[in-house]
T-cell receptor
Framework: SAVISQKPSRDICQRGTSLTIQCQVD?????MFWYRQQPGQSLTLIAT?????????ESGFVIDKFPISRPNLTFSTLTVSNMSPEDSSIYLC??????????FGPGTRLTVT | GQSLEQPSEVTAVEGAIVQINCTYQ??????LSWYQQHDGGAPTFLSY????GLEETGRFSSFLSRSDSYGYLLLQELQMKDSASYFC???????????FGAGTRLTVKP
């Protein structure tokens, strides 16, 4: 298993600004992912964070809006750019040996006003 | 395309057994995973099935039938703390991603 920390845990931001969320894993993991989740709903995959190369984005998510970095096997960042109220959500990072077994961080609760 | 179906809600009493079903349609199916999420918490990995059959981990078991595109999570000796949302998720061969179902909200009553 892996222990994952995220920061910030929550933030309130003004529209038009950007927020960078950090994700740290306590051990090297092959795969890291970023998800978005509305309360009471399922998880929506934003992108797969690839170490040393550009992230792989899901349909509906673009690099200009959600730039992702993964400089090594234990760390990744997600930036939510030019925020609007529609970006208000919980953002979760995960990591693990493969997509089939993932360990999640506690999430970042983002509110955009 | 892909789809996963699981019941939206299940209610059971303490000490009982409950089964949460998951049917899926996906190309290149590789395996089925289950996650638990308490309100306000992060999803927690429970189990993974790549082969047909039953995997047992304590009070929880997970089953997969690849020919039926079907799996289930079985929770035995239910406890109040098992009240949570349970998600099935499929992983695909050749794709480094996983798709989650809509989730089943389990309520355990005394």
């Amino acid at each position: 298993s892996a222990v994952i920390s995220q920061k910030p845990s929550r933030d309130i931001c003004q529209r038009g600004t950007s927020l960078t969320i950090q994700c740290q894993v306590d051990s090297q993991v092959t795969m890291m992912f970023w998800y978005r989740q509305q309360p009471g709903q399922s998880l929506t995959l934003i992108a797969t964070a690839n170490q040393g190369s550009e992230a792989t984005y899901e349909s509906g998510f673009v690099i200009d809006k959600f730039p992702i970095s993964r400089p090594n096997l234990t760390f990744s960042t997600l930036t939510v750019s030019n925020m609007s109220p529609e970006d208000s959500s919980i953002y979760l990072c995960s990591g693990g040996p493969g997509s089939y077994e993932q360990y999640f961080g506690p999430g970042t609760r983002l509110t955009v006003t | 395309g892909q789809s996963l179906e699981q019941p939206s809600e299940v209610t059971a009493v303490e000490g009982a057994i409950v089964q949460i079903n998951c049917t899926y349609q996906t190309s290149g199916f590789y395996g089925l995973s289950w996650y638990q999420q308490h309100d306000g918490g992060a999803p927690t990995f429970l189990s993974y099935n790549a082969l047909d059959g039953l995997e047992e981990t304590g009070r929880f078991s997970s089953f997969l039938s690849r020919s039926d595109s079907y799996g289930y999570l079985l929770l035995q000796e239910l406890q109040m703390k098992d009240s949570a949302s349970y998600f099935c998720a499929v992983s695909r061969a050749g794709n480094n991603d996983m798709r989650f179902g809509a989730g089943t909200r389990l309520t355990v009553k005394p």
